[in-house]
C-alpha cells in the first residue's frame, strides 16, 4: 500500500461506513421479503457478502481494506511479529476511522429504510411505499406548498407567511410491530380525513 496514512485511513472510514450501511439496510429490508427467518438471513447474507466483496476490490489496494478494528489489531500484531509492515500509527488512525464510519453507516441506512411493520401496515390499508426512501422537509419544499404538515418539529420547522401549518405529536413507529404501527395509521389517517373535509376536498372512502 503506497498511499499516505491519511488517505487509507479515509477508505477505511468510507470502507465501513457503506459496509455497515449494507449490512443493517439489507437486514432491514430482508424482515419485510419474508416471514421466514431462514429467508431474511440469506437475503442478508448475500447482500453483505456481495457488497464486501464490491468495497475490497475497490478499497483493498489503498488500505487494504479491514472496515474492523478486529481485523486492523489482528495485521499490527501479525507485523509486529514479523518486525515490519502495520505499525503502531496505522492502528491509531484506521480503528476511529472505522468506528466513525461504521456509527455514520448505521445511521444512513436507518434514516434511508423505510420501517417493515410501517411498510406492511400500509399495504393493509392498500398503499404501497416499499419503494419509497424518507425525504428531509426543504425550505424549497414548505415555500412551494399551500398547506404544511409536520409531526413535532417545532421551531426548526421553516415559516412563510400565507402558509397554513398544522402541527402534531404522534408516536413513534420506531421498534414496533404491525400491532403498534395501526393505530399510529388509524391517528394519521383521521387526521388527514379532517383536513381534506376543512379545505372542502371530499375523502375518499
Not at 66 to 79: E, Q, R
Not at 163 to 172: A, I, Q
Request: with cysteine; proline share 5%; aromatic share 4%.
Amino acid at each position: 500500500m503506497s498511499a499516505s496514512l491519511g488517505r487509507r485511513a479515509l477508505a477505511e472510514a468510507v470502507g465501513s461506513a457503506a459496509l455497515v450501511a449494507v449490512v443493517v439496510g439489507s437486514g432491514i429490508q430482508a424482515t419485510g421479503l419474508s416471514r421466514d427467518v431462514g429467508v431474511q438471513l440469506l437475503a442478508n447474507s448475500l447482500a453483505t457478502v456481495f457488497g464486501l466483496g464490491v468495497l475490497i476490490v475497490l478499497l483493498g489496494p489503498v488500505s487494504g481494506a479491514h472496515f474492523n478494528p478486529v481485523v486492523t489489531l489482528a495485521a499490527w500484531l501479525t507485523d509486529r511479529r514479523a518486525g515490519d509492515g502495520f505499525k503502531a500509527r496505522d492502528v491509531a488512525a484506521y480503528v476511529p476511522a472505522q468506528i466513525v464510519g461504521a456509527t455514520a453507516g448505521a445511521v444512513v441506512a436507518d434514516a434511508i429504510t423505510v420501517n417493515p411493520a410501517v411498510v406492511e401496515a400500509m399495504s393493509e390499508a392498500g398503499i404501497g411505499i416499499s419503494a419509497e426512501t424518507p425525504k428531509i422537509l426543504t425550505v424549497e419544499a414548505v415555500q412551494a406548498s399551500d398547506v404544511v404538515i409536520t409531526m413535532g418539529c417545532g421551531d426548526a420547522c421553516p415559516v412563510f407567511p400565507g402558509k397554513t401549518y398544522l402541527d402534531g405529536k404522534s408516536d413513534d413507529p420506531a421498534g414496533q410491530g404491525v400491532d403498534g404501527v395501526r393505530p399510529i395509521r388509524g391517528e394519521i389517517e383521521g387526521r388527514v380525513r379532517a383536513l381534506l373535509t376543512d379545505l372542502g376536498v371530499q375523502p375518499r372512502a
